[in-house]
């Protein structure tokens, strides 16, 4: 699964897919064909073909937030739906978090399961694995945003290498 923070304005909240039709969506969609998770490298609209393997991309927060920057009301009303999609993910093995929000996010997720990592700081690939066999292995990454992708924070290769990890531990 790769969490996002919420749907942009011009992206997944205008397409219905997210990271569809925006900045940071040219860059993970790129990387996730590069890596073998999806069937082409672009997504431009919900029926342009794109179809995905062994991921699930979701957003914490399910409506575009004003300011494109969400609060912690809506991440508490959409924290349900998070939670729906997540247990039908069956086979989830590894979550990616986009950003330190999305991380946050599913901090408080596993904390609801009884498993609290409260002190499990947000870093670009770094992994924290659970001791619960239940709970997927939790890995954060710099948000593919047009601002982190301009100045180098995070750069394509980056991506490609933590989907590269992921796809080894999925095995």
Request: with cysteine; proline share 6%.
């Amino acid at each position: 699964m790769i969490l996002g923070m919420a749907p942009g304005a011009h992206g997944g909240n205008r397409t219905g897919r997210p990271f569809t039709g925006d900045g940071g969506g040219h860059a993970l969609f790129q990387s996730l064909y590069d890596t073998g998770f999806s069937t082409q490298a672009e997504s431009h609209h919900i029926d342009d073909g794109l179809r995905l393997k062994d991921v699930y991309i979701s957003n914490a927060v399910k409506c575009c937030p004003p300011k494109n920057k969400p609060v912690a009301a809506e991440y508490e009303e959409c924290k349900p739906f998070l939670e729906q999609e997540i247990k039908r993910l069956q086979q989830l093995q590894v979550i990616v978090a986009l950003g330190g929000e999305a991380f946050a996010q599913m901090k408080k997720y596993y904390k609801s399961l009884g498993k609290d990592i409260s002190k499990v700081a947000f870093a670009h690939n770094a992994s924290y694995f659970t001791d619960t066999p239940t709970l997927p292995t939790l890995v954060g990454c710099y948000h593919p945003s047009q601002y982190n992708l301009n100045t180098k924070r995070l750069t394509p290769k980056m991506l490609r290498d933590i989907l590269y990890e992921v796809k080894e531990k999925i095995k």
